[in-house]
């Protein structure tokens, strides 16, 4: 039989699996490869359902980090546009800090628990 080693730090269980941050981290990496396979052509997962490029994709200077104009030229319809790397790592950052932000708080809701 395998015995795992568990950590225990401040009355947190550090499982990666039980943390926020590691399947916020998977579904992003998820969204990435959906999209850069070409299963989300109008960028509905990648775009529409992050908050953050959702925002920055309407403002000027982060169009151009995020959409590749030059591959719209040849483009038939304006909503098949590409969207280039930078893009990918900004969706993985923002699903990564949610991750830490759910894992931060439920840290504070289990010491005020376990304190009360």
Not at 25 to 32: A, D, Q
Not at 57 to 67: A, D, G, K, N, S
Not at 69 to 89: G, H, R, W
Request: charged letters at 20%; hydrophobic letters at 45%.
């Amino acid at each position: 039989m395998i015995q795992y080693k568990r950590k225990n730090w401040g009355g947190v269980l550090l499982m990666p699996y039980k943390k926020a941050t590691f399947w916020f981290s998977v579904i992003s990496i998820l969204i990435c490869l959906n999209n850069y396979l070409g299963n989300d052509d109008k960028n509905v997962l990648l775009i529409g359902l992050n908050p953050l490029l959702n925002s920055i994709v309407y403002t000027e200077p982060f169009r151009h980090w995020i959409f590749d104009f030059d591959s719209a030229k040849l483009a038939i319809d304006s909503v098949t546009i590409k969207v280039q790397f930078p893009t990918y790592i900004i969706h993985f950052i923002s699903f990564f800090l949610t991750g830490l932000i759910i894992d931060f708080l439920r840290r504070l809701v289990g010491r005020k628990v376990k304190r009360s």
